[in-house]
């Protein structure tokens, strides 16, 4: 951390945890939850859109970690309802994305959508915290290479051009897809996010249907002309 263990246990910031994975949430409090050490006070958790917007219109926390890959909409989604709060003229809740997903496009989107940093979920607990006191102070912090993604997006004053098709496809779809794209099996696909096969051939599917595609070589095609491989 950027401060010494002594002046660290004397500051506080409340933290909000949104990801829909319960045992991954469980791993991050009690790797950062431990408040006299860390200085970070868990005061709620969520597992998808409306659970987090819930929850952390309630509890009001400093710091939101949010995970991209989120049931009803995604992270993106959570920072466009809680918009009001991270405006706010005192206490504003501030979001920091904690995600497997070290995609361009995921990066791009939070950091449009609102959110002050992006890293990644191989982070340390000690740079976790770090992290999330520079983001209480209102810094930016970003995984090492995912700052790159930020800076190329924004160097230009031209927005980049809107990709309707991609729009369409909901972020799990996106991820998926991106998977298929680099030659994994269903199986593997299913046992990587946490889903069954089932509902990965379900993504598959949507996503075909919305591209107006017929294989997964097609799919493999498309997404590598895109660079979302």
């Known amino acids: 951390m950027t401060e010494s263990a002594e002046e660290s246990v004397e500051r506080r910031v409340r933290v909000v945890l949104v990801d829909d994975h319960r045992m991954f949430r469980a791993g991050v409090q009690a790797e950062i939850g431990q408040t006299e050490r860390t200085g970070v006070e868990v005061v709620g958790e969520a597992a998808d859109v409306d659970q987090a917007v819930t929850v952390i219109t309630a509890t009001r926390p400093e710091v939101v970690l949010l995970d991209v890959h989120l049931p009803g909409g995604g992270g993106v989604e959570v920072l466009r309802r809680c918009a009001p709060l991270m405006t706010a003229a005192q206490h504003p809740v501030r979001f920091l994305a904690l995600s497997v997903s070290d995609a361009a496009e995921d990066v791009i989107g939070v950091i449009r959508g609102g959110a002050r940093g992006y890293v990644t979920k191989t982070i340390t607990g000690t740079d976790l915290v770090d992290s999330i006191f520079r983001v209480q102070d209102g810094d930016a912090v970003f995984s ?48 990587q ?6 509902t990965v051939e379900s993504h598959v599917s949507a996503v075909l249907r919305k591209l107006q595609l017929s294989n997964r070589h097609e799919l493999t095609r498309w997404a590598t002309a895109r660079r979302l491989v």
């Open 144 to 191: 090492p290479r995912l700052a790159g993604f930020v800076l190329d997006a924004f160097a230009s004053t031209d927005a980049p051009p809107v990709d309707e098709d991609l729009d369409r496809l909901t972020q799990r779809e996106r991820e998926v897809l991106r998977l298929i794209a680099r030659g994994y099996a269903y199986k593997e696909i299913a046992k």
């Open 193 to 198: 996010l946490f889903i069954s096969v089932k």
